[in-house]
Structure formats: structure tokens, C-alpha cells
């Protein structure tokens, strides 16, 4: 009896949704020396931003999704971050568009840890979806970088 590729221990996690912004490759992680594919983000954070995606009604650029243990941003770390976990991403994101991102994630609800970088070349907002069991960390928790 053959198995269907939805159901080969092999392949990829299937899909739980079609993401209407999103692709998978978008999340993976980017320290060029593991094999994250993106499926390692969680489809509760997916759901979020899709979201969030929706209510904003303008592209996100996701400069930082799932990363591996060798990450340079998460190696040093005690704990695994968020980002570890697969509960976090970094929006890039500034002025007016960073004011309506902000405003309906708090409106919505749905991520429990917000960090806002809006000085310098490279403004992002952090989101997660993390509990403080996850990240050995209050939540929720908002900050500034």
C-alpha cells in the first residue's frame, strides 16, 4: 500500500491554511548554514499575522521569522527566544504604516509580546505569540529596542 504524500512521514508539514500574504519560505530562518524550510513557524502566529495582514491592508515584510540554535541572535542566548520557538517574527516597518501596525496588534489582541525599533536604518515592530513558559519571560510583555 503506498502512502500519499500528505500522509509520507517524509515530506513536509502539510499546509493547515493557504496564507493569502504569506509563503513559508518567508519565515525560515536566514543564518545561511541550517535547512529551515519556514514550516518550523507556528500556524497560530500564522493565523495572526494573516490577520493582522488583513486589517492593516498592506504588505509585510518579514525580515525575521523562525531561528535555528546556530542563528547568531539566538546562540548566546540562556533561553530560546521566541523567534526559537517559532512563535515570533520582525516586521519591517516605519512611520505611518508602523503607527497602524501597532495600533490594531494591540487592538486584536492575539500576540503577547511587542517590540518597537523605530530609530536608525532598520525600524521593525517584533510580534509573538509566545507565554512566559515559552520564552522564560512575562507576558504579556511590550519593549523598545
Partial sequence: MTQSKAQSPSSSMPAKLAYR???????????????STGHEISDELLDALQALRTICEFPFVITSGYR??????????????????????????????AIQLLK?????????????????????????????MDVNAPRPHIWTY
Wanted: proline share 3%; with cysteine.
Fill in 21 to 35: 500574504n504569506f509563503t513559508r519560505s518567508e519565515f525560515r530562518c536566514k543564518c545561511g548554514k541550517c535547512d
Fill in 68 to 97: 535555528c540554535p546556530s542563528h547568531p541572535a539566538e546562540k548566546n542566548k540562556d533561553f530560546v527566544g521566541a523567534h526559537g520557538c517559532g512563535l515570533a517574527v520582525d516586521i519591517a516597518v516605519s512611520y505611518e504604516e
Fill in 104 to 132: 490594531h496588534a494591540l487592538n486584536i489582541g492575539l500576540f503577547t509580546g511587542i517590540g518597537v525599533n523605530q530609530k536608525g536604518e532598520r525600524r521593525f515592530i517584533h510580534l509573538d505569540i509566545a507565554t512566559d
